[in-house]
């Protein structure tokens, strides 16, 4: 049996761009096409928010992390050890399936060429 070091939520579907497109994204999507009530706007803001204040954003390090002439197709996977950030994405599922968004958790022991970590995350081209 394989052992899981990494978790992502994810669409089931690929955007534009060919890539699932994560949990955040997809609940940042509905926040700006306006389509959450008051109340869900609330906890996008404010669950975005503890989220911006609990973890590090790799773009601040790496400014070119997820440029995808340097890093095609990087995704980012919390580590399977930060489960105090991973128990927190139950609200932005609850988000989505109000308003009809799949949303899967995969899990995987290599999530492919990893570009950037740190303490709770990696971001990781994907092998082909």
């Not at 911006?52 to 400014?63: A, E, M, Q, R």
């Not at 890093?71 to 988000?95: C, M």
């Amino acid at each position: 049996m394989t052992e899981v070091g990494y978790i992502r939520f994810q669409g089931p579907v690929r955007n534009h761009r060919g890539q699932y497109p994560g949990v955040f994204g997809l609940a940042n999507g509905l926040a700006r096409e306006g389509r959450l009530s008051e109340e869900q706007f609330r906890f996008w803001r404010a669950a975005n928010d503890w989220y911006d204040g609990h973890y590090p954003n790799p773009s601040d390090t790496d400014p070119q992390v997820y440029d995808s002439a340097v890093n095609p197709g990087a995704v980012a996977w919390f580590k399977a050890s930060a489960v105090h950030l991973v128990e927190r994405v139950d609200g932005y599922l609850d988000l989505l399936a109000a308003h009809g968004v799949a949303c899967v958790r995969v899990e995987s022991a290599d999530p492919g060429r990893v570009v950037y970590e740190d303490e709770v995350q990696v971001v990781a081209v994907p092998r082909i």
